[in-house]
């Protein structure tokens, strides 16, 4: 009778200890999941936050502003509900948030022309503009693509993206160009400005009024011009050094042998 008490004992203090584990484990899976998902919305924040300090270096349209407002709103909604004691920080920037997403709604509509756009000078920067309007762009399909973002503003917004990174793509060529023509590299600086000129006539097809596509058109075809009149320069000194080495080969002392 006693062996089958102690017997029954240890079954029960073993189930109780594989229920403690099992307890223990699941409240370790929902700890980790909590903290993966926390981490997610804090990505989210902080890479849609880094795109927002940037919106001064291009035109920017108060919709995609708006877009990324929202984001931000939506990511700290859900960072509540994970994050623990921080919980009340999350909620305050939220409450900032959707107090700045009304301004903007109340404010009216404000859509800056992409012609008054300008390349910066400084190539870190221009690398910047180009991570910057890659990530917006994925945002704003991502968003879309959560039904989040009205097919009219994603067609318009994602169209002034693809041109500014259009005339991001051309002015670069032409400077790559007059940097090659200026080191005497002839063929690739007329590469480049032959691929910037099928550029500009792709673009000017869908735009043919846009006056910063005529002005590049006509700076890369002035440009291609000088290059072409640098290399006719150029090539009579290079055949007529060819001449003189071959002289130079055919009147050198012979070798005795």
């Keep these: 009778m006693i062996f089958t008490l ?5 079954g029960a203090l073993l189930l109780l200890v594989i229920g403690i584990n099992i307890i223990q484990q699941q409240k370790e899976r929902a700890e980790a999941e909590r903290r993966t998902e926390l981490a997610r919305q804090r990505a ?13 270096m291009f035109p920017c349209s108060t919709q995609i502003i708006i877009v990324l407002y929202k984001r931000v709103e ?16 999350y909620q305050r920037r939220q409450t900032d948030i959707n107090g700045q997403i009304q301004t903007l709604k109340a404010a009216p509509k404000q859509a800056p022309s992409i012609e008054s756009f300008r390349l910066p000078d400084n190539d870190k920067q221009i690398l910047t503009l180009v991570q ?5 762009k994925a945002i704003l399909r991502a968003e879309h693509n959560k039904g989040k973002v009205e097919p009219g503003i994603f067609t318009e917004e994602e169209g002034r993206i693809d041109s500014l990174q259009l005339r991001i793509n051309v002015d670069s ?14 063929g690739s600086s007329k590469q ?5 000129l099928s550029t500009l ?7 043919p009024n846009d006056p910063f596509i005529t002005k590049k058109v006509d700076e890369a075809k002035a440009m291609l011009e000088e290059i072409m009149g640098a290399q006719k ?8 050094k060819k001449e003189e080495e071959d002289i130079d080969i055919l009147f050198q002392p012979k070798k005795k042998w």
């Design 6 to 10: 102690v017997l029954i004992s240890i």
């Design 44 to 56: 989210i924040i902080d890479e849609t936050e880094e795109v927002l300090s940037h919106t001064g």
């Design 74 to 89: 939506d990511a700290l909604g859900l960072a509540v509900t994970h994050a623990a004691a921080q919980a009340g920080d």
């Design 132 to 136: 910057v309007l890659k990530k917006l």
């Design 173 to 186: 060529m032409l400077s790559r160009a007059r940097a090659a023509c200026f080191m005497k590299q002839y």
């Design 192 to 196: 480049m400005v032959t691929k910037a």
């Design 201 to 207: 006539h792709a673009i000017k097809a869908q735009t």
């Design 233 to 240: 320069i150029a090539s009579p000194t290079v055949a007529n």
